[in-house]
């Protein structure tokens, strides 16, 4: 059973930097990939960032390139999301998930079956 908890969410000043941790357990190394995924009220939960456990192939949403950063630590089982010159825009809940292996990740929430909490991420300007 996949368990996903994220932590490291809170209020920052546009500009600044956040950085997420989504602790994992019962995921398989080679049959998944891990995704961050945001929803803004009254949107649409859309893909962020996404990167294949084994190979480290990352993807991102073109909204995030160059600001966003999503890495894994296979030994702490962990996937992380270092979000920096953050914007307004940026403010979402943002949630951690698991899917099934494909390279590179998919940007589609179907794709995903196991999802953490979320985590409150708020940008003021």
């Known amino acids: 059973q996949v368990q996903l908890v994220e932590s490291g969410g809170g209020l920052v000043q546009a500009g600044g930097s956040l950085r997420l941790s989504c602790a994992t357990s019962?995921?398989?190394?080679?049959?998944?990939?891990m995704g961050w995924f945001r929803q803004a009220p009254g949107k649409e939960r859309e893909f962020v960032a996404g990167?294949?456990?084994?190979?480290?192939?990352?993807r991102y949403v073109d909204s995030v390139k160059g600001r966003f950063t999503v890495s894994r630590n296979k030994a702490k089982r962990t996937v992380y999301l270092q979000m920096i010159s953050l914007k307004p825009e940026d403010t979402a809940v943002y949630y951690c998930?698991?899917?099934?292996?494909?390279?590179?990740?998919?940007?589609?929430?179907?794709?995903?079956?196991?999802w953490g909490q979320g985590t409150q991420d708020t940008v003021s300007s």
């Open positions: 019962g995921v398989t190394f080679s049959q998944y990939v």
């Open positions: 998930a698991a899917g099934g292996l494909r390279v590179p990740p998919s940007t589609r929430p179907s794709d995903y079956n196991g």
């Open positions: 990167i294949t456990w084994n190979g480290g192939t990352e």
